[in-house]
């Protein structure tokens, strides 16, 4: 592939749900933004923080470069709009800043599969079946299309994804793309992240 790839961790939510904001909670001691953009910074050539206007004065967010929404109200496709139009040449490696369990092979594969053949790449949802949009690679085709269908009113994410220029992948690590939007969601993957260190200790003492 001759396009560069970038990074973009969407940053930009509201966390009406959880009642505070999900980008600064902290996991393994450090707040989820840092940890999706440290994931992200290891892979792409450059990275950026998807933000709204009302957060650029935020503290935590106006430490990494920022892209700011230029459209209200159509959830995350705004912040990958945003990100199109300030480097059209560019693919968008997106990563919501909602997913703790993700880990870097899951990324890695996403990034292996690029082609010349496919206009995105993205991992089908262990739920529903269906692409998920959050953590996928959006190449410049893929995002002339999400540009066309907001300007008709449209512009679901996942029906793009659905379309034949996308590359499926199976899912690689069970839980890796569950989102974290409730504190009873949160409350699972602190179970999930302790366990996994508990199994490393155990796996380390053995090999010891």
């Not at 449209?154 to 499926?168: D, N, P, Q, V, W």
């Amino acid at each position: 592939m001759t396009v560069p790839l970038y990074g973009l961790v969407l940053a930009g939510g509201a966390s009406r749900r959880m009642g505070q904001d999900k980008a600064a909670l902290s996991y393994d001691g450090h707040p989820q933004l840092i940890r999706a953009f440290a994931l992200l910074a290891l892979r792409a050539t450059r990275c950026f923080v998807s933000i709204r206007a009302e957060q650029m004065d935020d503290p935590l967010r106006r430490a990494w470069p920022c892209i700011v929404d230029t459209h209200a109200a159509i959830g995350p496709a705004a912040g990958l709009l945003a990100a199109h139009a300030a480097c059209p040449h560019a693919a968008w490696l997106i990563l919501a800043c909602d997913l703790p369990l993700l880990d870097g092979l899951t990324l890695d594969a996403l990034i292996q599969a690029r082609g010349d053949d496919c206009s995105a790449v993205a991992f089908r949802s262990e739920h529903d079946g269906e692409p998920e949009p959050l953590c996928a690679i959006w190449e410049p085709e893929a995002l002339e299309t999400l540009c066309r269908e907001v300007s008709e009113g449209k512009g679901s994410m996942r029906r793009i994804l659905a379309g034949e220029g996308t590359k499926i992948l199976p899912p690689l690590t069970s839980g890796a793309l569950d989102n974290i939007n409730t504190p009873a969601d949160r409350t699972r993957a602190m179970a999930s992240l302790a366990g996994a260190r508990d199994g490393e200790r155990q796996e380390h003492k053995c090999r010891g």
